[in-house]
Structures are given as structure tokens and as C-alpha cells.
């Protein structure tokens, strides 16, 4: 059974950054992708950015330029540097682990969530 639990959010000011971090337990073979979605109150989860077991990476429109995905492989950990943070940001985060489907990937695994609110 793969645990994702995330940590790093809080609140900032707008421009500020934040680092978000996800443990990953109970890693498996199968894991490919890794990825960070958000939902902000009243919207849809979203999805913000993801990475591969190949490093290769994928952005957000939305987010491309100010966030950075990265994974320590050794500690078993995703992390989600966010720069430049603007109050439409705001959201909860959430990471995700799961397998490659084709050209994407299928979500299996979804942790608790770290909430990010941006002030203007």
C-alpha cells in the first residue's frame, strides 16, 4: 500500500515562495508518474504539474515559469517549489503516485492534501 503525505503549505504573500513536500511509503515498481494537483474551494482539482520515473516533466499553463517539480529518488520524496506566488494560487495541493496509461498517466494513490493561501 504506497502513503502519500504532504507538508510545506502555509500562508504567504503574493510574490512570496513556498516549498510543498510529499513522503512517498510503500513505494512500488509499477509507480511512473508522480504529480502535484490543486482544488480551490468551489472549483475542480486541477492539475498543476507532474514528473516522471524518466525525470521528464510536465507544467500547468497556469504555473509553468513559477513552479518547479522535483523528486529525491534516495528519500523518497516529491517536492513542488512554488515562486512567485499569486493569491489565485491559493488551493489546496495535493501529491498523486500512479502508473503510465499510453501517453499519460492513472492516479492510483492521492494524499491528504497541504493548503496554500496566497494574500494580495
Known amino acids: 500500500q504506497v502513503q502519500l503525505v504532504e507538508s510545506g503549505g502555509g500562508s504567504v504573500q503574493a510574490g512570496g515562495s513556498l516549498r510543498l513536500s510529499c513522503a512517498v511509503s510503500g513505494y512500488t515498481s509499477s509507480t511512473h508518474c508522480m504529480a502535484w494537483y490543486r482544488q480551490a474551494p468551489g472549483k475542480q482539482r486541477e492539475f498543476v504539474s507532474h514528473i516522471l520515473s524518466d525525470s521528464r516533466t510536465v507544467y500547468a499553463g497556469a504555473v509553468k515559469g513559477r513552479f518547479t517539480i522535483s523528486k529525491d529518488d534516495a528519500k523518497n520524496t516529491l517536492y513542488l517549489q512554488m515562486d512567485s506566488l499569486k493569491p489565485e494560487d491559493t488551493a489546496m495541493y495535493y501529491c498523486?503516485?500512479?502508473?503510465?496509461?499510453?501517453?499519460?498517466?492513472?492516479?492510483?494513490?492521492w494524499g491528504q492534501g497541504t493548503q496554500v493561501t496566497v494574500s494580495s
Open positions: 498523486a503516485s500512479g502508473r503510465g496509461l499510453g501517453s499519460g498517466c492513472i492516479y492510483d494513490y
